[in-house]
């Protein structure tokens, strides 16, 4: 089955260092590629999503490159800031319309000021 | 625009009673989500509605669990009898229906229960 594995937290890191989370993906289909954050107290909010190899998602300074020859969806981030603090999540959606996502574990990221 | 509404936010209950959770959806999607994330683990699916119709209910652990969708606009997951290991965070995600197109999906804010 489809399925998304991402690296484990917590992540702590100091403000204005660079930021990787990786995430890679197993699918029986072509996926389409998400990142969706989780801010302390709030929804999940999609921050980003690639829906083709190479294609590159973009979004509040955040990036992550499709890439179907690794079968990866890396997250980075040149340089974090105190309130990029929340839990992120990877995921796909194997589909035509509108269907689910599968997720991975999510990674708490904390940035120290 | 109001975003997806979730009722309650808490909610902590004994095993073996009933609770009822509702969401509230984004007026006019017609794609209705819902996904339990367990002690830390993934986000997993646990069914999807188009209107009031399940067209997908997979993820449904077991028939402790029920679904409704009346007129196509609120969704209610009761859980009866709720067991332990049913904690977790429920969460609600609603999207418009454009066909082939793959459309965001808005998540609720979700309702943390806990079975004691």
């Known amino acids: 089955g489809d399925s998304v594995t991402q690296m484990e937290g917590p992540v702590t890191l100091s403000e204005e260092a660079f930021l990787t989370i990786n995430c890679t993906y197993t699918?029986?289909?072509?996926?389409?590629l998400f990142w969706y954050v989780q801010y302390p107290g709030e929804g999940l909010q999609l921050l980003l999503k690639?829906?083709?190899?190479?294609d590159k998602g973009s979004n509040k300074g955040f990036e992550a490159t499709y890439r179907k020859e690794t079968t990866s969806f890396h997250l980075e981030k040149g340089s974090v800031q105190v309130s990029d603090s929340a839990v992120y999540f990877c995921?796909?959606?194997?589909?035509?319309?509108?269907?689910?996502?599968?997720f991975g574990t999510g990674t708490r990221l904390t940035i120290i000021p | 625009e109001a975003g997806v509404t979730q009722f309650p936010s808490h909610s902590v209950i004994e095993k073996g009673q009933t609770v009822t959770l509702r969401c509230d959806p984004i007026s006019g999607h017609d794609n209705l989500y819902w996904y339990r994330r367990v002690m830390g683990k993934e986000i997993k699916f646990l069914l999807h509605?188009?209107?009031?119709?399940?067209?997908?209910e997979s993820g449904m652990p077991n028939n402790r669990f029920l679904a409704e969708r009346t007129g196509g606009t609120y969704s209610t997951l009761k859980v009866q009898p709720a067991e332990l290991e049913d904690s977790g965070v429920y969460f609600c995600a609603s999207s418009q229906d454009r066909g082939r197109v793959q459309e965001t999906q808005y998540f609720g804010p979700g309702t943390r229960l806990l079975v004691l």
């Open positions: 690639a829906t083709k190899a190479d």
């Open positions: 699918a029986t289909g072509y996926p389409s």
């Open positions: 995921a796909l959606s194997v589909s035509f319309g509108n269907e689910k996502l599968t």
């Open positions: 509605f188009v209107k009031e119709s399940k067209q997908d």
